[in-house]
């Protein structure tokens, strides 16, 4: 296993990935950045919810890409509804150290 640090909203993550795959997810990590760097409506939002935010931001962006369709195929909705129970799970390891760091 190799780790790569990457910067979302001015806060570091460091993350294990495959060797080989670290460019890649330092790349991934600066979209997310990206997309989010000059949003100034979730400037005061939490940690968790900016990077829902983000989330959602490149969800749409690839929606818009994909040509619109009305609805997800079965391969999609299953593909967002995998990314949902993941930021879920991400979310509350945000929320539980959080709140263990300041004694909440």
Known sequence: MSNVTITVAGRAYTLACA???????????????????????????????????AALLLADDLHERKGAPQAPDPTDAAALEALAERLERMAETLETGTQERTGA
């Open 19 to 53: 060797p080989g795959e670290e460019e890649h997810l330092a790349m991934l990590g600066r979209m997310v950045d990206g997309r989010i760097a000059g949003q100034a409506n979730i400037a005061g939002q939490s940690e968790v919810r900016r990077l829902l935010y």
